[in-house]
């Protein structure tokens, strides 16, 4: 059995690493480790949420795949030696090391996105930027020779996974995880992306934004 | 600050209770809290993923919004006398009781269903409609009359929870909330619905389920 590692830390954003978890905990042959600083609980940005890492970084050198959730904590993270060191060693030998949303800033501080597009949440590719990489807005960003697939904001998680199932498995297993998830979103608004709201959202995210960051 | 209790037990589906927490959590005058029989860990469907219940069901007697997620161990919970009572207690006073994936079981289970249309995950019909509820396909299911909502399948609760906003709020912050979390979903595939999927979906659909559930 392979491993598929998720990096936990103090206030990561919850969906960033529960989309893809949801759609990969059923591959054959994968399995799901939730990893982190030390095992135990880490809380979500605002405190509400308590997750459980089960192993230390150094416990899992060696998966198959990584996923590198963002969130507030992710700023943290960039500076944190052991996660980088991890990244780098797990990186080596991975066949995709991927990131959502300000995950991507923790593989840019690595080093992983030298060179490379790359994509994060919309308000963060200043910051993507000065970590050597070349920021586009596409939902999900793949260099399948450099091994790295990089997600926008939070819910495109969902999609990355799915097409990292296919590059894992196979397109029907894809397909069969999107219909598991019963993923046919029907967005209420079409307000999934900063150029398409008004003022008054975009400002309305700054004061949410205020509040709990 | 009202609240909004989210139901967790053993053996969940994560992305139903995560997709609404990410949605929810930055609403002002809103806490979410995580309740569930005892405060601690509770452990996700295949094991891979523990979350924090930070509260019992009867400390939470009177939140502003329910939801409760799905997940194999929503039949368990269907018999879980506490729980049903909660539901039952809890939604006199709710302003909206909601519910993702086969979290509608439990609700139907405490008779909030009772003569009501309502949805759950596709494969699940059956045995939402043995609740005395009418089963439909739609994405998500409101009866504002009787401040139930009942969304389909996992990915479903964010659609859910996003119209719960304007609800709670108003539009202007459930569009905040759809760009805060860049949904703006590109499904690589078009399999979110059994109606659009190959035999060979459906079949792989249902192994990958054997093996976990």
């Given at each position: 059995v392979q491993q598929i590692a998720i990096a936990l830390f103090p206030r990561l954003t919850a969906l960033d690493a529960i989309g893809p978890y949801e759609v990969l905990?059923?591959?054959?042959g994968y399995e799901v480790v939730f990893v982190g600083s030390e095992p135990g609980e880490v809380r979500t940005e605002n405190g509400f949420l308590g997750l459980i890492v089960?192993?230390?970084?150094?416990?899992?050198?060696?998966?198959a795949v990584v996923v590198v959730p963002g969130g507030i904590g992710s700023r943290a993270m960039m500076r944190d030696a052991r996660m980088l060191e991890w990244l780098r060693t797990a990186h080596r030998g991975s066949s995709y090391t991927t990131s959502v949303c300000t995950g991507a800033l923790v593989l840019g501080a690595a080093g992983l996105l030298e060179g490379l597009t790359a994509t994060t949440h919309w308000a963060n590719y200043d910051e993507l930027a000065a970590t050597g990489a070349t920021p586009i807005s596409d939902r999900v960003v793949e260099h399948l020779d450099h091994r790295i697939i990089t997600a926008a904001g939070v819910s495109s998680g969902i999609d990355m996974a799915l097409r990292l199932t296919e590059l894992l498995v196979d397109r029907t297993a894809a397909e069969a995880m999107q219909l598991m998830i019963e993923?046919?979103?029907?967005?209420?608004?079409?307000?999934?992306?900063?150029?398409?709201?008004?003022a008054a959202v975009r400002q309305r995210v700054t004061e949410y934004a205020a509040v709990r960051d």
């Open positions: 905990q059923r591959l054959p089960d192993a230390r970084f150094e416990d899992v050198p060696d998966p993923y046919d979103p029907e967005p209420p608004y079409d307000a999934g992306s900063p150029e398409r709201v008004s």
